[in-house]
Structure formats: C-alpha cells, structure tokens
C-alpha cells in the first residue's frame, strides 16, 4: 500500500519489490558470483516481472547498478521495497535513505498465514522478529538523518499527516495524488479498521504465547502486549503448534499447485537436480502470478 502511495507522486518511481538484488548478498558483504545470480534470477519470479535486461559481461555490483540505471528516471525519485535483510543493503547502496514501516506484528502473523508463510501465530511472528532485528542491525549504523520510521496503524488513521511526513524526509512537497492508487490498482483505500485486526481474530493462548516471545521487542517499538499477559507454552503445546504449522504450509502448497507438482519440487530439491528444480519453479511462479493482488 506503501508503495502504491509513493508510485502515485508526480516526482516520486517505486517499481516495487527488490529484495532480489540483495538476497544474494553475505551478511558480511560477500558477493556472489555473476554466474550463480544469473542462474537464481532465471528463476526468481519478481525478477521476471521487471523486465530488467541481464548484461551478461557485467559483474555482481556492476549489473545491480546497471538494474538501478534501467528503473531511473531522471525527474524522480526512486524508491525501492524491501522486506529483509537490511543490513546487506549499505554493500551495494551506501548513501541510500531508508522509510522503516512498522506494524502489530500479530497482524503480520495473520498477513503470513493468508501467504502461506506460516500455519500459526506462534510463528508467523518469527518473520516480523526476524525482519525487526536485522532492522536493529542496519539502524545501529545509521546517523538519525538517514531513516525515517513509519507506524502502519498511523498510516491508516492519519493518512494525509503520515504522507506529509515521508514527503519531508525525502524532500519533497505531499502530493493529493498519493492517494489516487485505489483507482489503478486492486488495493482499497486507506481503513482504519485494518488497524489491530488481532484483537478479535487471535485466542487468549496465542496471544499469550506471543507476548513471552517478542514482548519486550513489541514493547519496544510501541505495541501492548495482550490483556492475558506472557505465558510460555508447555513443551506438548509447542509440538503441537509446530505440527499444526507444518501441516497447514503443506496442506496449502498442495492446493494451489496441486499434489503432483508440490511432490515433484519436493523429490527435485531433495535430489539437488537443479535443471528439475528450476522447471518446477517456473510452472510454481506461473501459478502465483494468478494469485497476486
């Protein structure tokens, strides 16, 4: 939503995802080698999508910045979204500013069930924790200038003073226009109800189990802990919400790519047949690009 807002400035580009140009990337800033990334970007689904033309005589950071050159425009800003691994990016951008979004992280766990990420709460929120500490990391290393942290729920509630907000930051004067993305895209206009959609959708356990796991993290970025306080689960409800979360990733890969193709990946990364795994990548990411909103 975001991104869609930023995309509708008048002096504002945001082409979308690019975790792609990054993933590869060591946390101690090894770079892969030109060959190993045109072989994962063959493959990589958003990557496709760009439509970003590969310089095969490029190396590594030569071809990322030649996928920047592409996606510029020389009246605009660009603006990129990325989801993790944010202390990698400083390697390839190291003058680059950051916009850290912020949400409940019980709605992100639910956000992860609907994707298919995760089958429980429990660990749904690992994938906010986990996206939340290397945030920690790239933001010890940040002059307070250079980032600038959004809260989801106060997009939502105060759009037009947000938005206001995040133009500062990046120099640039609001624009209406921002908020035109509901009539060229499928996403709705901003909803304060979205906000903290938890609250009526999670079980006291959940919550609980929730608030002795990243409590002191949501605390500290301003987010309650639930009214039934932390409680760690026991050893047997631990096993079962593991169960529980693998069967639903599974049962759900089954139904949107059927059971032949979901064992034909599963045998093809177990026997590291890379030509096999790549075929059943490409047929699985025609199957998502059905499902994107």
């Known amino acids: 939503m975001l991104g869609l807002m930023l995309a509708a400035h ?5 082409p979308g995802e690019f975790d ?5 990337v060591g946390n101690n800033g090894h770079m892969p080698s030109p060959a190993r990334y045109h072989r994962w970007l063959s493959t990589n689904r958003i990557f496709l999508q760009s439509r970003l033309q590969i310089d095969a005589s490029l190396g590594y950071q030569r071809l990322v910045a030649s996928f920047v050159e592409q996606l510029w425009k020389s009246d605009k800003l660009l603006t990129m979204n990325m989801h993790h691994h944010f202390e990698r990016i400083p390697y390839l951008f190291p003058d680059a500013r950051y916009i850290h979004l912020l949400r409940d992280p019980r709605d992100v766990a639910r956000s992860s069930i609907g994707m298919g990420w995760a089958g429980t709460v429990y660990r ?3 994938i906010w924790a986990e996206a939340e500490r290397s945030w920690d990391r790239l933001a010890a290393t940040l002059p307070a200038d250079r980032y600038l942290e959004v809260r989801y729920e106060d997009l939502l509630e105060n759009v037009t003073a947000e938005l206001e907000k ?5 120099g640039l004067d609001y624009s209406s226009k921002m908020l035109s993305y509901p009539s060229h895209s499928t996403y709705a206009a901003p909803d304060a109800q979205l906000r903290y959609q938890w609250k009526g ?12 796991k990243i409590g002191s993290m949501m605390q500290r970025r301003g987010y309650e802990q639930s009214e039934f ?9 631990r096993l079962t919400t593991a169960v529980r979360d693998k069967q639903y990733r599974i049962h759900f890969r089954i139904k949107r790519y059927g059971l032949g193709l979901y064992l034909e990946n599963l045998l093809a ?3 590291h047949l890379g030509w096999w795994l790549d075929s059943c990548r490409r047929r699985i990411n025609a199957i998502d ?4 909103k």
Not at 10 to 14: A, G, K, L, W
Not at 201 to 212: K, Q, T, Y
Request: with cysteine; net charge neutral.
């Open 166 to 170: 995040i133009c500062r930051f990046l």
């Open 20 to 24: 792609f140009l990054i993933e590869l």
């Open 124 to 126: 749904g929120v690992d």
């Open 10 to 14: 008048p002096r504002i580009s945001n």
């Open 229 to 237: 306080g932390p409680r760690r689960p026991t050893l047997l409800e």
């Open 269 to 271: 990364s177990n026997l």
């Open 289 to 292: 690009a059905g499902f994107l």
């Open 201 to 212: 959708r999670c079980s006291p356990n959940e919550l609980a189990w929730v608030d002795w």
